[in-house]
């Protein structure tokens, strides 16, 4: 499976942005997808994450409120609607699939090593 995120850009505090994780080479469909971003200077961090179906979603308490991680297996894609967003949402950020297919803890998803593929990160910028 390869995964292109893409829609990152440059953007003024509180307002929005969408990013599109587009997978290539497998469907995805059965997949849990996640975002993670690295902040300038720092590390790795779970974002958001979704079942495969859709039914359950997962959120650090930063993003909370302000994000929002769908997936559209018909399309192959995932993304993260961001909003309100703060300087401190700078970050590259990168889309991941998780192969399991049970439920699974805010904190399984939470961790970096449990996804199966990557994509290559986008960059969001915030400015004040």
């Known amino acids: 499976v390869q995964l292109q995120a893409s829609g990152g850009g440059l953007v003024q505090a509180g307002g929005s942005l969408r990013l599109s994780c587009a997978a290539s080479?497998?469907?995805?469909?059965?997949?849990?997808m996640g975002w993670f971003r690295r902040p300038p200077g720092r590390e790795r961090e779970f974002v958001a994450a979704i079942h495969w179906n859709g039914a359950r979603s997962y959120y650090a308490d930063s993003v909370k409120g302000r994000f929002t991680i769908s997936k559209d297996n018909a399309k192959n894609m995932a993304y993260l609607n961001m909003t309100s967003l703060k300087p401190e949402d700078t970050a590259v950020y990168y889309c991941a699939a998780d192969t399991v297919t049970a439920y699974r803890s805010t904190e399984y998803y939470a961790r970096s090593g449990n996804y199966d593929y990557w994509g290559q990160g986008t960059l969001v910028t915030v400015s004040s």
């Open positions: 080479g497998r469907r995805v469909t059965g997949y849990a």
